[in-house]
């Protein structure tokens, strides 16, 4: 017979965990606060809850629901400040950094970015979610992803798209296979080998 542990009847048993559907959300700002990086750039982390809808409150019910020691708030979105240094990805970075200012201006009258990330804190903003492929430990899953951020208007009228999800760069079938793809365009000529 095996031996009862003492929290048996307490214990939670693993269950799979309520993924974000694929989608546009109306979400609010719980808190932000920038960080440095090791190169001395910096970072925003925007701490955010669906604010509307069936899943309102998704994040919070998610962290409350957990019972690890070490639990985090698992809506993150992560913002590079641009290091405006004239490179291709700094610009990628503005734009980005731009599209994300835009829409919390778009979505809160009387709002105007000031450079102070505190005030993002209860600002409403659209946020479109795909899935982004993981691995950890050897092991791949999907989690949601924020694939881009707009104005809670355009969420609201439910014009937006849901970009491609993103897959773990992996290579292709026909580079592990050995086969080699012929264009269409030379299937009458003599295959090459």
């Not at 009862?4 to 307490?10: A, H, L, P, R, Y």
């Not at 960080?35 to 899943?55: H, I, L, M, R, T």
């Not at 999907?142 to 969420?155: D, F, Q």
Request: glycine share 6%.
């Amino acid at each position: 017979m095996i031996k009862e542990f003492k929290d048996f009847n307490t214990t939670q048993a693993y269950t799979e965990s309520k993924q974000l559907p694929r989608g546009g959300y109306v979400c609010r700002i719980v808190g932000a606060k920038s960080e440095d990086n090791s190169d001395g750039s910096q970072y925003v982390k925007v701490a955010f809850d669906v604010a509307e809808g069936e899943f309102k409150n998704f994040f919070e019910d998610k962290f409350n629901q957990n019972t690890n020691e070490d639990k985090k708030w698992s809506g993150v979105y992560t913002l590079s400040v641009p290091k405006d240094d004239g490179t291709e990805k700094d610009t990628w970075t503005k734009r980005r950094f731009k599209t994300f200012t835009n829409a919390l201006e778009d979505s809160n009258d009387g709002y105007h970015f000031d450079w102070d990330e505190t005030k993002f804190k209860d600002k409403l903003v659209g946020m479109i979610f795909n899935y982004r492929e993981y691995e950890f430990n050897g092991m791949t899953g999907m989690t949601p992803n924020v694939a881009r951020v707009t104005s809670i208007e355009e969420i609201r009228k439910g014009e937006y798209k849901i970009p491609q999800d993103r897959l773990l760069n992996k290579k292709k079938a026909e580079d592990i296979s050995g086969f080699i793809n012929v264009p269409e365009s030379s299937k009458e000529e003599e295959i090459p080998f």
